[in-house]
């Protein structure tokens, strides 16, 4: 079984910061990439940003240069430091993870944690 767990999100004011983290457990071969993306009600779950085991980042222009996301490979954890937020950036943020549970390339799969909330309101 594999998990995967949010933690960080909360309230902030207009132009300030927030630090998520996500950390995957159990039993894990290989991750191949972590990522955030989040969703609001009544709109499909979009990309916030996405990074490889070697480090390669990809971020929608809505947030690059506002977001930095981090990962620890041997911790298996990710991190989204989220600056300058906007009442936009208001949705609940969940992690990713493509990983495999064994050598089988067919246990490959991506898990989902079970989201936390981020509201930026004055």
């Known amino acids: 079984q594999v998990q995967v767990v949010e933690s960080g999100g909360g309230l902030v004011q207009p132009g300030g910061s927030l630090r998520l983290s996500c950390a995957a457990s159990?039993?894990?071969?290989?991750?191949?990439?972590m990522g955030w993306y989040r969703q609001v009600p009544g709109k499909e779950r979009e990309l916030v940003a996405t990074?490889?085991?070697?480090?390669?980042?990809n971020y929608p222009d809505s947030v690059k240069s506002r977001f930095t996301i981090s990962r620890d490979n041997a911790k298996n954890t990710v991190h989204l430091q989220m600056n300058s937020l906007k009442p936009e950036d208001t949705a609940v943020y969940y992690c990713?993870?493509?990983?495999?549970?064994?050598?089988?390339?067919?246990?490959?799969?991506?898990?989902w944690g079970q989201g936390t909330q981020v509201t930026v309101t004055s």
């Open positions: 990713n993870a493509d990983l495999q549970t064994s050598w089988r390339p067919t246990s490959r799969s991506d898990y």
């Open positions: 990074i490889t085991s070697g480090g390669t980042t």
């Open positions: 159990g039993t894990i071969f290989r991750i191949y990439s």
